[in-house]
């Protein structure tokens, strides 16, 4: 009788640290995953602010780049 009665205990005692355990685990991997990319665009731009970090290059349109045009005929 002793044996059921701790087996009931410990499996409640299990459920409930176990549950801890878990919502620990969560919000630990949660704040890995934000990592320092949120907590620096969170404090340096307010919501709806636009940033570009870099200007794309200048490059001329060379239309002798488009590679070569083939005429063809259709044959019946």
Excluded: C, T, W
Aim: net charge positive.
């Amino acid at each position: 009788m002793k044996f059921f009665l701790f087996l009931i205990v410990f499996y409640f005692v299990f459920r409930f640290l176990s549950r801890i355990f878990y919502m620990f685990l969560l919000n630990k991997i949660k704040k890995h995953q934000a990592g320092p990319y949120d907590k620096k665009r969170s404090k340096r731009y307010k919501e709806g602010e636009v940033s570009i970090d870099k200007m794309p290059k200048n490059k001329s349109n060379d239309k002798n780049n488009l590679g070569d045009y083939v005429d063809y005929e259709e044959i019946d």
